[in-house]
């Protein structure tokens, strides 16, 4: 896969990590997350009160097993489906949706190597996951003219080696990372910025990088989704693989990558109505009109969670569906199963952007007045919800589905939908 004239330096030369990591069972892997999710539950107040970054939690995560879940069998992994896989991470969202966010890109771009690595950069690189090691993001760029706008480039030095400079934004998990993916053009001499997508992988500590927690946002407050600079990092042929290729033909891996995100949104809806459903119970006081003893008994607050399990439990089943869809999907790849899979994907982050953000802002009209006590941080629900909803306009994926039923028109092939 590489253009350049010098002889390919794979990296199984460098060493293949041992594995250390559990392989984990499809029923291993959900019992396994929800045990991590309870623990995150417990604490979650306190890290997004008091931004305490997820550090412990990232290394419990990995030495469970969960972040090595989709790597091939043929490399010692457990290859599990996407099905499993939305689930775990809708349990872990339930319990911490940015400790979940953290690992998205790592799962990406697990992917990403699956689709265009070389068998040597798959030995390597799959070694890696199961040791242990997590993979972060740089890819999105701040001040561009949009999110496929990309400024950061490699240029050639001579003998397989290139120097990588540029700014990244958003680069969540690449401060808990081992190793950052870069996505950047691979220009030439002679016309720099237009060379084809490729993503460079980079050591977390090589030199002329540097990534800074500067994220600020009003929610997702400790995935540390801050800026990495790239100055004159050096890459050699062996750490890059092509990024444009993957859209030359039918793919999910757009598709992949949304689904996980809706995967977090449903988690999020999932722990706004329990934490609301608990303080009905335990904690507000009836509205005099009621006549009854306990706000659980209020009938208005009766039907407002009734219909609250109702829009959550429909995220969870288009969420599935759209699990199964991508699984039918890279079983049987062509142009029309790969389209089945981005709608039934949008469908589900469509719904899902919708319904976490009104449950999380319905919590404080069933719980009452003193849930909007700052000191509980039932607002990390809807800050949350929010902000992570953000990632890419909902009101698209109703579009792409309104052409496809108007006009059989398939939804466009690339990484964002």
């Not at 972040?67 to 689930?87: I, K, M, N, Q, S």
């Not at 977390?204 to 990534?211: D, I, K």
């Not at 988690?267 to 706004?272: C, K, P």
Request: hydrophobic share 45%.
């Amino acid at each position: 896969m590489s253009t350049t004239s010098a002889p390919m330096r794979e990296p199984a030369r460098l060493g293949v990590a041992a594995a250390t990591v559990p392989v984990l069972t499809s029923d291993e892997a959900v019992a396994v997350a929800a045990d991590i999710a309870a623990e995150l539950a417990a604490t979650s107040l306190e890290r997004d009160r008091d931004r305490l970054l997820p550090a412990p939690e990232l290394v419990r995560l990995s030495a469970s097993g969960l972040l090595a879940v989709t790597v091939p069998a043929e490399r010692g992994g457990a290859d599990l489906d996407v099905e499993t896989l939305v689930e775990v991470f809708r349990i872990l969202a339930a319990g911490d949706p940015s400790v979940a966010q953290v690992p998205h890109s790592h799962f990406v771009y697990v992917n990403a190597m699956r689709h265009q690595g070389t068998p040597g950069q798959q030995a390597f690189f799959f070694g890696e996951v199961m040791a242990g090691k997590r993979f972060g993001n740089a890819q999105s760029e701040v001040g561009t003219r949009h999110v496929r706008d990309i400024r950061t480039a490699l240029t050639p030095v001579g003998g397989g080696r290139w120097r990588l400079s540029g700014t990244k934004g958003y680069s969540t998990g690449a401060l808990f990372a081992d190793w950052i993916p870069v996505l950047a053009h691979r220009d030439t001499l002679a016309a720099p910025g237009t060379g084809p997508l490729h993503v460079a992988w980079v050591r977390r500590g090589a030199p002329g990088v540097t990534v800074t927690d500067d994220w600020n946002g009003m929610g997702q407050r400790t995935t540390a989704s801050g800026t990495v600079d790239l100055v004159d990092v050096e890459v050699h042929d062996d750490h890059i693989t092509p990024y444009h290729l993957t859209f030359a033909g039918p793919q999910t891996y757009g598709a992949f990558a949304q689904v996980l995100h809706a995967a977090l949104d449903v988690g999020i809806a999932r722990a706004a109505l329990r934490d609301a459903a608990a303080f009905v119970r335990t904690t507000s006081r009836p509205y005099p009109d009621a006549g009854v003893e306990r706000a659980a008994d209020d009938p208005l607050v009766v039907q407002a969670l009734g219909q609250m399990e109702v829009d959550v439990r429909a995220a969870e089943a288009l969420l599935r569906e759209a699990g199964r869809t991508v699984d039918a999907a890279n079983a049987d790849l062509t142009a029309d199963s790969a389209a089945s899979a981005s709608l039934a994907v949008a469908a589900v982050r469509a719904l899902s952007a919708r319904v976490c953000v009104e449950v999380a802002s319905r919590l404080f009209e069933v719980a009452g007045t003193r849930s909007a006590l700052d000191s509980l941080n039932l607002h990390r629900h809807w800050r949350n919800a929010r902000t992570h909803t953000l990632h890419d306009p909902a009101a698209w994926k109703v579009q792409h589905l309104g052409r496809y039923v108007v006009d059989g028109t398939p939804p466009p092939n690339h990484g964002q939908l």
